[in-house]
């Protein structure tokens, strides 16, 4: 195998002979483990893009006798992720059948209906689009691929010509097609007239390979990649350089994160005008080369070329007509000159829909840009949530390739721009949208929780996380902040949370918080003061250090946590919601707790004032009060407890039920308590209210407003 593994350079041999050989028989399960293998290499396909098949003898259910059963990607799946429940199994017979009914083009539509006629496993996946490119192909093992070197080639302006040259006829061309009934016709077609071919080439679309195992498949897939993109590398080293050479220099990188982190939430602003949105950035080199290029104004208003990419990126981006050196500071003076800029974008969508839609098109969808380039500094991407923005992202990486390596070997061309939205808003993409599940609560917005590694802080970050938010999880103490930083990745994944060190009496480390969300995810919508420390002693014990570190965590932390936070929500003019996690105690006089006390109600009292402020911003500043929250609690583990129990003459052990006994619900208060308090007030339910305290203690009199 490694032997092998040495003659590709240009794509990535992952087949483990011993890991196959463990599925011998099952050619499911090798279909699956090929398609991993390809969607483990984004050169080769991204997410979401891309098919793959098998067909095996099976016994018919209804008859008993053997019949032909094709296995493929189901619709909406994704190769690298895909398992066994994620393929359409239909009979081949069937689906051939169908051509007898196929009434052309205009008909192509009803096709998909009829696939579910020919399917045999009724739990298997919903039949894509792409079905009958596979079906209607004789081969076991089939790979339908986006490769960018391919799509390099399919996209030049003479990439017929070289793909016959290049393979000498053995890799057919089928000229650009929307994906259907037709254009599986026209690939058996393709095949039948060029008997013997290894694959076909898709104009401006893709490539389509096969072989009779799941490894021949596999290797011939390989193979034709690699010719591909070693002929493009060849003809790139003979280029004094790529994209006409660099019009300009990029900052140093870490002038470019600072000024990506500066400019994102005005950028997420000016995006979230119909639907709030995620964003995502990238400094890739291969990104820089391309917008500092002094082909960048010629190629990216031409747009993607494969469907798969546009679908994902919008037909093109918005440049930014934004100097390298502008004030970033001067917030009004920058959304003063991008606002022109958005607004010539929405309308060039807009003429781009009203001129190509059809009779019976779906209404035009956001009309804001998806990709954002920023000559110097980097890619940004904006999307309902954060995968589908880093996916964008990583489509439109995809396409730059392609341009590259276009316009190596010929000149680049885009497919045109009816093409373009008769695939965008095909109703049948239209369909599947409208099936997609219904957006949570917190979809689109971020979150950012202080002390988020444990207790309540994380209790309320996962919260959040659950109902849609993306989070930045942080604490001052990094071994407690890597362990929940794997929990959330194993719970959630990497789009959903970003995870930072942050002590809230350090203003630059705040501010390096917040620059980490801004980079993360574009900005922040909510935020939570929820650091905490306790110190219980009586008045005489107390000592100035003691009243130092409560007023510099509690009231000054969450002073200077707001401010960094107001100065973003300003930027985007979304709103925003700050909660501050106060307690019992800010209202209720107790014995030995005269500095935690006073700092408590200090901090409810700068709810108040903040609250009365930030009201014009239409951000929303509340307070919840807990009252011994004990689980998970890193106050509890510590000396506070002990205090606690000697101030009311009882042990350590005998403080839960203590507390939950003098409360009038009589109940214990969890974490997660809090959590359902904080998502009450950031919910949506209630937006049109701010300067309130919820108490969530059991019910304790003492502690009720007056």
């Given at each position: 195998?490694?032997?092998?593994?040495?003659?590709?350079?240009?794509?990535?041999?992952?087949?483990?002979?011993?890991?196959?050989?463990?599925?011998?028989?099952?050619?499911?399960?090798?279909?699956?483990?090929?398609?991993?293998?390809?969607?483990?290499?984004?050169?080769?396909?991204?997410?979401?893009?891309?098919?793959?098949?098998?067909?095996?003898?099976?016994?018919?259910?209804?008859?008993?006798?053997?019949?032909?059963?094709?296995?493929?990607?189901?619709?909406?799946?994704?190769?690298?992720?895909?398992?066994?429940?994620?393929?359409?199994?239909?009979?081949?017979?069937?689906?051939?059948?169908?051509?007898?009914?196929?009434?052309?083009?205009?008909?192509?539509?009803?096709?998909?209906?009829?696939?579910?006629?020919?399917?045999?496993?009724?739990?298997?996946?919903?039949?894509?689009?792409?079905?009958?490119?596979?079906?209607?192909?004789?081969?076991?093992?089939?790979?339908?691929?986006?490769?960018?070197?391919?799509?390099?080639?399919?996209?030049?302006?003479?990439?017929?010509?070289?793909?016959?040259?290049?393979?000498?006829?053995?890799?057919?061309?089928?000229?650009?097609?929307?994906?259907?009934?037709?254009?599986?016709?026209?690939?058996?077609?393709?095949?039948?007239?060029?008997?013997?071919?290894?694959?076909?080439?898709?104009?401006?679309?893709?490539?389509?390979?096969?072989?009779?195992?799941?490894?021949?498949?596999?290797?011939?897939?390989?193979?034709?990649?690699?010719?591909?993109?070693?002929?493009?590398?060849?003809?790139?080293?003979?280029?004094?350089?790529?994209?006409?050479?660099?019009?300009?220099?990029?900052?140093?990188?870490?002038?470019?994160?600072?000024?990506?982190?500066?400019?994102?939430?005005?950028?997420?602003?000016?995006?979230?005008?119909?639907?709030?949105?995620?964003?995502?950035?990238?400094?890739?080199?291969?990104?820089?080369?391309?917008?500092?290029?002094?082909?960048?104004?010629?190629?990216?208003?031409?747009?993607?070329?494969?469907?798969?990419?546009?679908?994902?990126?919008?037909?093109?981006?918005?440049?930014?007509?934004?100097?390298?050196?502008?004030?970033?500071?001067?917030?009004?003076?920058?959304?003063?000159?991008?606002?022109?800029?958005?607004?010539?974008?929405?309308?060039?969508?807009?003429?781009?829909?009203?001129?190509?839609?059809?009779?019976?098109?779906?209404?035009?969808?956001?009309?804001?840009?998806?990709?954002?380039?920023?000559?110097?500094?980097?890619?940004?991407?904006?999307?309902?949530?954060?995968?589908?923005?880093?996916?964008?992202?990583?489509?439109?990486?995809?396409?730059?390739?392609?341009?590259?390596?276009?316009?190596?070997?010929?000149?680049?061309?885009?497919?045109?721009?009816?093409?373009?939205?008769?695939?965008?808003?095909?109703?049948?993409?239209?369909?599947?949208?409208?099936?997609?599940?219904?957006?949570?609560?917190?979809?689109?917005?971020?979150?950012?929780?202080?002390?988020?590694?444990?207790?309540?802080?994380?209790?309320?970050?996962?919260?959040?996380?659950?109902?849609?938010?993306?989070?930045?999880?942080?604490?001052?103490?990094?071994?407690?902040?890597?362990?929940?930083?794997?929990?959330?990745?194993?719970?959630?994944?990497?789009?959903?949370?970003?995870?930072?060190?942050?002590?809230?009496?350090?203003?630059?480390?705040?501010?390096?918080?917040?620059?980490?969300?801004?980079?993360?995810?574009?900005?922040?919508?909510?935020?939570?003061?929820?650091?905490?420390?306790?110190?219980?002693?009586?008045?005489e014990e107390h000592t100035e250090k003691d009243w130092d570190i409560l007023y510099d965590v509690l009231v000054k932390g969450q002073f200077f946590v707001t401010q960094s936070a107001v100065t973003i929500m300003r930027k985007q003019?979304?709103?925003?919601?700050?909660v501050n996690i106060v307690s019992k105690n800010a209202l209720v006089s107790g014995p030995n707790n005269a500095g935690y006390g006073s700092a408590k109600a200090a901090q409810i009292h700068l709810n108040r004032l903040n609250a009365?402020?930030?009201?014009?911003?239409?951000?929303?500043?509340?307070?919840?009060?807990?009252?011994?929250?004990?689980?998970?609690?890193?106050?509890?583990?510590?000396?506070?407890?002990?205090?606690?129990?000697?101030?009311?003459?009882?042990?350590?052990?005998?403080?839960?039920?203590?507390?939950?006994?003098?409360?009038?619900?009589?109940?214990?208060?969890?974490?997660?308590?809090?959590?359902?308090?904080?998502?009450?007030?950031?919910?949506?339910?209630?937006?049109?209210?701010?300067?309130?305290?919820?108490?969530?203690?059991?019910?304790?009199?003492?502690?009720?407003?007056?």
């Open positions: 195998m490694q032997a092998l593994a040495t003659k590709f350079k240009q794509v990535s041999y992952l087949w483990d002979d011993a890991q196959a050989a463990s599925m011998a028989g099952d050619e499911v399960a090798l279909l699956v483990y090929r398609s991993n293998l390809l969607g483990a290499d984004l050169r080769l396909t991204n997410y979401g893009g891309g098919n793959t098949s098998c067909k095996v003898m099976a016994k018919d259910p209804l008859t008993g006798l053997d019949t032909e059963v094709m296995w493929v990607k189901g619709s909406g799946g994704d190769l690298g992720t895909m398992k066994r429940n994620g393929l359409a199994a239909l009979y081949v017979d069937r689906l051939n059948s169908l051509k007898s009914r196929y009434r052309g083009l205009a008909h192509e539509d009803e096709m998909v209906e009829l696939f579910n006629h020919c399917i045999y496993d009724l739990a298997s996946k919903a039949p894509s689009i792409d079905t009958p490119l596979h079906g209607f192909l004789p081969f076991k093992h089939i790979d339908h691929l986006h490769p960018d070197a391919a799509i390099a080639i399919a996209a030049a302006k003479d990439g017929k010509k070289i793909t016959q040259e290049l393979f000498n006829g053995s890799i057919g061309w089928v000229e650009w097609q929307k994906p259907g009934f037709d254009l599986g016709l026209q690939l058996r077609q393709c095949l039948d007239e060029n008997p013997g071919i290894r694959g076909i080439m898709l104009g401006s679309h893709g490539l389509f390979t096969w072989g009779d195992t799941a490894y021949e498949c596999y290797i011939n897939t390989l193979e034709v990649i690699e010719r591909c993109a070693d002929f493009i590398q060849d003809a790139q080293a003979k280029l004094p350089a790529n994209f006409g050479g660099a019009k300009m220099e990029s900052l140093p990188q870490e002038q470019r994160l600072d000024r990506a982190a500066d400019l994102a939430p005005i950028l997420r602003g000016f995006c979230s005008s119909d639907v709030q949105m995620i964003g995502h950035f990238t400094d890739d080199p291969r990104v820089l080369e391309f917008i500092n290029s002094n082909d960048l104004d010629r190629l990216a208003p031409m747009g993607t070329s494969c469907p798969d990419h546009f679908l994902r990126t919008k037909i093109s981006p918005l440049v930014l007509d934004l100097a390298i050196d502008e004030d970033l500071s001067n917030v009004a003076a920058v959304k003063l000159k991008l606002a022109p800029q958005f607004e010539a974008y929405r309308n060039m969508y807009a003429e781009y829909y009203n001129s190509c839609k059809h009779p019976n098109s779906p209404a035009m969808r956001d009309a804001n840009p998806v990709i954002i380039l920023y000559r110097g500094v980097g890619m940004f991407s904006f999307a309902k949530d954060k995968q589908t923005a880093r996916v964008a992202s990583e489509f439109y990486l995809n396409a730059i390739n392609v341009m590259r390596g276009a316009e190596a070997i010929s000149s680049y061309t885009a497919l045109p721009r009816q093409e373009a939205f008769n695939i965008e808003y095909w109703l049948l993409e239209e369909a599947k949208l409208q099936r997609m599940p219904k957006p949570k609560a917190l979809t689109g917005r971020i979150a950012l929780v202080t002390g988020s590694a444990g207790g309540i802080g994380k209790a309320i970050a996962k919260k959040f996380a659950n109902e849609g938010a993306c989070v930045i999880i942080n604490d001052n103490d990094n071994g407690r902040l890597e362990n929940a930083s794997e929990e959330f990745k194993t719970q959630y994944g990497k789009d959903v949370y970003t995870a930072v060190l942050l002590d809230v009496t350090n203003l630059a480390g705040i501010q390096n918080a917040f620059k980490a969300g801004a980079l993360a995810f574009g900005g922040i919508d909510i935020v939570v003061n929820c650091a905490g420390l306790s110190i219980s002693k009586p008045i003019e979304l709103g925003g919601d700050i009365a402020e930030l009201g014009k911003d239409h951000i929303r500043v509340n307070v919840v009060n807990p009252d011994a929250v004990i689980s998970d609690s890193k106050i509890w583990a510590g000396a506070w407890a002990e205090g606690r129990a000697k101030a009311y003459g009882i042990t350590v052990a005998e403080l839960p039920a203590y507390y939950a006994k003098r409360t009038l619900l009589n109940e214990i208060i969890l974490p997660e308590d809090i959590a359902n308090a904080c998502f009450a007030i950031t919910g949506g339910l209630l937006n049109k209210s701010t300067g309130n305290v919820i108490n969530v203690d059991g019910g304790v009199a003492a502690a009720f407003l007056r």
